[in-house]
Structure formats: C-alpha cells, structure tokens
C-alpha cells in the first residue's frame, strides 16, 4: 500500500471524490457539489493506493496557523478493520507536524469516536448534528 499526498483535480482526486462518495455520502442520501469540492483547493488530499485502485482517503484543512481539521476519512467497506485507517492517520499527523501545525482536530462521526479514541483523540465538544447523523469534536495535541 502506497500512501501519497494527490492534487486536486488530478485522475487520483477523482478517485477519491468516488470513494467518499460510496462511504461517506450516498449511505446518507447524499452527494458533493460542484462548489464544495472546489473549495477543496487548498486542502491536503490523502490517498491510500493498491498500485492504480484507491483503499482509503482522508484530508486536512487548515483551521488556524496550529490547528488542522481531518476530514473525510473512508476506508473501502470490505477493507475496514485491517489498519489501514490507523496507518493512513499516522501518516496524515505526520504530514500535519512537518507542515508545522500543533493541535489535529475532526468532526468525528459517533460511530466513528472508539477509532479516534484508539488514536489518542480524546472528545472535545457536545453532541452535534452534522450530514444528518450524530457528531463529536475531537482533537489530540501534535507535538
Ligand atoms: C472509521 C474508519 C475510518 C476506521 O478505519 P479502519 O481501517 O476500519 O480502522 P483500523 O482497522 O485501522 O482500526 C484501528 C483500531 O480502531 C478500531 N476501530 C476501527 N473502527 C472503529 C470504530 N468505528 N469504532 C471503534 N473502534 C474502531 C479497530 O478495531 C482497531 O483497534 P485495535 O488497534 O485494537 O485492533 C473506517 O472503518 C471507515 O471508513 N468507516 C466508514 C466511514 C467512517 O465512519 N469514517 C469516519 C468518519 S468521521
């Protein structure tokens, strides 16, 4: 498994977009717009590669000049439960730290919050409502 940083709008960002979109989106009934992936410019896009095949992505925003917000984290279903995530997000902090922020920081789903948890993420807002499903503030200091 190869894990590289992908520009936006490139073969391999598409292939992201289609997974978050199978993981994340069309589960809920939902789907991207035009203008939301555009405003993803500026963001730090993940993937997880199999040689040409996506397994899992995720993506950092810069929130402030030391926090960084994960987003969009998915692992392919029947690839979930085999680390990939754990190791995508090692390197997603390291690519955060080298990029010079302190505090990492996400939106997590509730179902998601006992991965996070295992990560060293500890829960740091109220229950809150997000695409329709249950969410927690979560964040762990970098350095
Ligand atoms: C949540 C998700 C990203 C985790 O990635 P993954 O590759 O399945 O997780 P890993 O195999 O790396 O798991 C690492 C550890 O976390 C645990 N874990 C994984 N998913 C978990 C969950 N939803 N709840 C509690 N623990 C979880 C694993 O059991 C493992 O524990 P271990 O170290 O004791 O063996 C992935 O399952 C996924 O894409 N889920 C659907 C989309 C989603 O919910 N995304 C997150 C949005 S905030």
């Known amino acids: 498994m190869a894990l590289k940083i992908i520009e936006h709008g490139s073969p391999e960002y598409a292939?992201?977009?289609k997974l978050r979109n199978e993981i994340?989106?069309?589960?809920?009934?939902?789907?991207?717009?035009?203008?939301e992936l555009a405003k993803e410019i500026n963001d730090i896009l993940i993937g997880?590669?199999?040689?040409?095949?996506?397994?899992?992505?995720?993506?950092?925003?810069?929130?402030?000049?030391?926090?960084?917000?994960?987003?969009?984290?998915a692992?392919?279903?029947?690839?979930?439960g085999k680390g990939i995530g754990a190791t995508m997000m090692n390197f997603a902090e390291n690519v955060a730290r080298d990029?010079?922020?302190h505090v990492m920081s996400m939106h997590a789903r509730k179902s998601a919050v006992g991965f996070y948890e295992k990560l060293?993420?500890?829960i740091s807002s109220d229950e809150f409502e997000e695409v329709t499903i249950p969410h927690y503030e979560m964040q762990k200091k970098l350095r």
Do not use: H, W
């Not at 692992?75 to 979930?80: A, D, H, K, T, Y």
């Open 15 to 17: 292939k992201m977009v």
């Open 48 to 73: 997880a590669f199999d040689d040409e095949d996506i397994l899992a992505c995720c993506m950092l925003t810069q929130e402030s000049k030391e926090k960084v917000r994960l987003r969009q984290m």
């Open 75 to 80: 692992v392919l279903n029947n690839l979930q």
């Open 24 to 35: 994340l989106r069309k589960p809920l009934g939902l789907q991207f717009s035009d203008d």
């Open 120 to 122: 060293g993420y500890k």
């Open 99 to 101: 990029r010079g922020f």
